[in-house]
């Protein structure tokens, strides 16, 4: 499923070495490629910058909807999905209260994730889930560092311990990093991504690192019906891509799913699904219908 070892060429490797040719399936980032055609240069062929990394398209549901209206989200999302040739995997994280009855619900047509996870394994940690009760109650997937539950205090210490406990648990982890506004005024969104990328990812191990997908999430863009431009996604995915290769590897960064969030609609995700190098969408407000949903992934 995961894409083959592609190596990623940034800018930077091609100011350290110019002229030279660039290795086979060569990824280039956005900046890379910019700076290859003021050098003359010739950019890999057609089709060669998108990775190869599982599509994905994921429903936070937050704090909407009760069991009963999980199952009848879920009927509709089965009729939807008949005769429909969606390119993503639909995965769905709704509130605890709903995992156990959407997932025998979904009968399949949809993958079950939960919003949030504890740190610890199991014990006297009143009020919270730990993994090993999430994948009983049939979870593959879990969101963690939701811009939301950041803004909740907390912060990247517990994050990186909340990663490898779902890890640990056998959970997928869907890392959540972005700016606020202030920071993308201050011209910071690309050290700020990275920095949230080192915080809850370095020191992992190479297979626990590719079980992690990773979704960028502006803040500002966040249930604001506002969204960054396709340039603007395009180099924040790179800058993601960059900050994983750093931390495992060209292979790992073309094998994991990128995926962008923030204010994604029926109306626009067919653009920002095409984003080179986008692996797919985390839906927030437009996730809870069913009908919008499934457009979504018809989009791409
Ligand atoms: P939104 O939320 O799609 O409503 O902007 C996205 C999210 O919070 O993950």
């Excluded at 989200?73 to 040739?85: I, K, Q, S, T």
């Excluded at 809850?200 to 999430?217: C, D, I, N, Q």
């Excluded at 094998?255 to 204010?263: A, D, I, P, R």
Aim: net charge positive; with cysteine.
């Amino acid at each position: 499923m995961s894409g083959a070892a592609r190596p990623l060429v940034t800018a930077e490797d091609l100011l350290r070495s110019p002229g030279a040719p660039l290795p086979e399936g060569a990824l280039l980032t956005p900046l890379a490629r910019d700076l290859l055609r003021r050098q003359g240069g010739r950019e890999p062929g057609p089709g060669t910058s998108a990775p190869r990394a599982a599509r994905l398209v994921v429903a936070n549901w937050k704090s909407f909807k009760t069991a009963p209206e999980a199952r009848a989200f879920a009927a509709e999302l089965r009729e939807a999905a008949r005769g429909a040739a969606w390119a993503a995997t639909p995965v769905i994280c709704p509130p605890f209260t709903a995992l156990h009855a959407l997932h025998e619900a979904l009968g399949g047509v949809a993958e079950l994730g939960a919003q949030d996870v504890s740190a610890e394994d199991e014990g006297a940690w009143t009020g919270e889930v730990a993994a090993r009760h999430l994948t009983d109650a049939g979870c593959r997937w879990v969101l963690v560092g939701h811009s939301e539950r950041r803004a909740m205090g907390e912060d990247e210490p517990l994050l990186a311990r909340k990663l490898r406990a779902a890890l640990r648990g056998g959970l997928r982890p869907i890392l959540c990093v972005g700016e606020t506004s202030q920071e993308r005024q201050a011209r910071r969104e690309q050290a700020v991504v990275r920095e949230q990328l080192r915080a809850a990812l370095s020191g992992l191990e190479p297979e626990r690192l590719r079980r992690v997908a990773v979704a960028y999430e502006p803040r500002w863009a966040i249930g604001a019906g506002v969204t960054p431009s396709a340039g603007e996604v395009e180099v924040m995915l790179a800058v993601v891509r960059e900050g994983l290769a750093g931390l495992g590897g060209p292979a790992l960064a073309a094998g994991t799913s990128v995926l962008y969030g923030g204010s994604v609609g029926a109306e626009n995700a067919g653009e920002l699904l095409r984003v080179p190098g986008c692996a797919g969408a985390l839906v927030g407000g437009a996730s809870l219908s069913a009908a919008k949903f499934a457009r979504i992934l018809g989009s791409g």
